[in-house]
């Protein structure tokens, strides 16, 4: 069995190739895929070569971490799955190379229990969003957790942060944005240039711009006993000034992988009509036009989101 998939072969070298699957297990399933997102955090440091690293990292890859698709198939203990629409949060299932995170391609086969049937009222193209809604809701869910009352950034991760914010009941909360283009499109919220911005007692600020240097300034927009939560990917080490923590008892989080639970925790805000994924995906392309889609993904600011369509792929 084979498959058409993106493949990393090195940094900025990417392209559509065919290559060899494992054969399905009795407790796997497999899924032609429909659509697929680009992620314009690790996967945009995957194709630069700037991601830091990482278990299983190295060329060539199949990247990919937020694919939705039919099941077609399944082994002796999964073929109640046979005909759901899942999904799929990658996949390691390549012969000839590694499968981090092995999403991007025409037909994956992953165990069972790692993909998740979409909601009848989720889109199958919006449901590429799920990962990225889980990694929000990840981060709102912690333990003690206080809800961001500023979002640093406004890309789909930071849309997805405030409108959970607000459909977990919380207060809406400010956004900062320094890219005029994507100052648009909030639902409920206010989004700023932070220079206009004179606040400087945040009980909780959440940073998913990515930027590593970043941290002396949300600092000293905190309040006592403040917290700040890292909810992105950052690829240089972050650092901070000292004293001014000091001085606030701040409390620095980071928000890990999303599990499960939190998948399923947006799934049920859907259902509730609490939460919607609307206006989130800017572009969509062809899979077979892959390596302009990822340039576009990751060089276009007007590009919030890119989603790769498979479906006349064969």
Known sequence: MNTLAIVMRA??????????????GDDDV????????????TERLLWSGRMPPFPGMGYPLVPGYESVGLVVDAGASARSRIGETVFVPGANCYRDVRGLFGGAARRVITPARRVSKVNEQTDAQEAVLLALA????????????????????????GRLLARLTIANGHAAPTVWELNPTRRSGAKDYRVIDPAEDERRDYRAIYDVSGDADILDELLMRLAPRGEIVLAGFYDQRPNFSFVPAFMREA?????AEWQPEDLAAVQELIAQKKLTLDGLITHCRDAAGA????????EDPSCL?????WRTCS
């Open 251 to 255: 409390r620095l989080r980071v928000a």
């Open 11 to 24: 940094p900025r070298e990417l392209e559509l190739d065919r290559v060899g699957l494992n054969a399905p």
């Open 30 to 41: 497999v899924v032609d895929v429909q659509f697929s997102g680009v992620s314009a955090g």
């Open 291 to 298: 390596d302009e889609a990822y340039r576009t993904a990751f």
């Open 134 to 157: 889980a990694t929000a809701q990840h981060a709102l869910a912690a333990r003690d957790a206080n809800a961001p009352e500023l979002i640093v950034g406004h890309g789909a991760l």
């Open 305 to 309: 989101k890119m989603v790769l369509d």
